[in-house]
Nanobody
Framework: QVQLVESGGGLVQPGGSLMLSCAAS????????MGWYRQAPGRQRELVAQ???????NYGDSVKGRFTISRDNAKNTVYLQMNSLIPEDTAVYYC???????????WGQGTQVTVSS
């Protein structure tokens, strides 16, 4: 059974930092592009960052220069380091694993990040 388990969310003040982790099980981790998405109330889910098995990365425009995605294939874990957080970063953050041919995708249950003073 595939599981993606996120951790590290919480409440942080503007300008602060958080690191999210997503531990995967039940998949061959290195075969998957790993990503973080987020969804704020009343808004569509949006891409935050992705990383493939060659450590090539892709970021949403709103987080470039502030967030960093990384992965540890030995630990089957993907991380999201979030710096210089602003209230607009408040959302539920979801871990995603996807591979192609055939397309197979999995989601975590989400972790809440709240940026507020």
């Amino acid at each position: 059974q595939v599981q993606l388990v996120e951790s590290g969310g919480g409440l942080v003040q503007p300008g602060g930092s958080l690191m999210l982790s997503c531990a995967a099980s039940g998949i061959t981790f290195s075969f998957y592009v790993m990503g973080w998405y987020r969804q704020a109330p009343g808004r569509q889910r949006e891409l935050v960052a992705q990383i493939n098995s060659d450590d090539n990365t892709n970021y949403g425009d709103s987080v470039k220069g502030r967030f960093t995605i990384s992965r540890d294939n030995a630990k089957n874990t993907v991380y999201l380091q979030m710096n210089s957080l602003i209230p607009e970063d408040t959302a539920v953050y979801y871990c995603n694993a996807i591979k192609f041919r055939p397309t197979t995708a999995y989601w975590g249950q989400g972790t809440q990040v709240t940026v507020s003073s």
